[in-house]
């Protein structure tokens, strides 16, 4: 599976994007989906998850009521981000595993996602 994430690009403070990740290659129904970020000289850390349904969601407490995960069958992912901060300025990666409902726990888990796509820069002036 190759993932390829899209839609970065500078913004300034309370603007708005959307990211998209799209799926190619053996691409399978059940894969649960989330988003990860990382700021420079920083850990990697969770955004967001989506189960295989769509249903199943988690986000991390920083993003809550700003940011919505959803997506489009077994291919597209995608990332709706309000309110943007400039602590929100990380290069932001999109990531799939082969588990269809994570746990609360396992979604904010980098171990738990079995393939990466290359990662897109967002960057908020304030």
């Known amino acids: 599976v190759q993932l390829q994430a899209c839609g970065g690009g500078s913004v300034a403070a309370g603007g708005s994007l959307m990211l998209s990740c799209a799926a190619s290659g053996q691409t399978y129904s059940q894969y649960g989906l989330g988003w990860f970020r990382q700021a420079p000289e920083k850990e990697r850390e969770f955004v967001a998850g989506i189960d295989w349904r769509g249903s199943g969601k988690n986000y991390a407490n920083s993003v809550k009521g700003r940011f919505t995960i959803s997506k489009n069958g077994a291919e597209k992912a995608y990332l709706r981000m309000n309110s943007l901060k400039p602590e929100d300025t990380a290069v932001y990666y999109c990531?799939?595993?082969?588990?269809?409902?994570?746990?609360?726990?396992?979604?904010?888990?980098?171990?738990?996602?079995?393939?990466w796509g290359q990662g897109t820069q967002i960057t908020v002036s304030s």
């Open positions: 990531a799939a595993t082969r588990r269809p409902t994570p746990s609360l726990r396992q979604f904010t888990s980098i171990s738990t996602y079995d393939y």
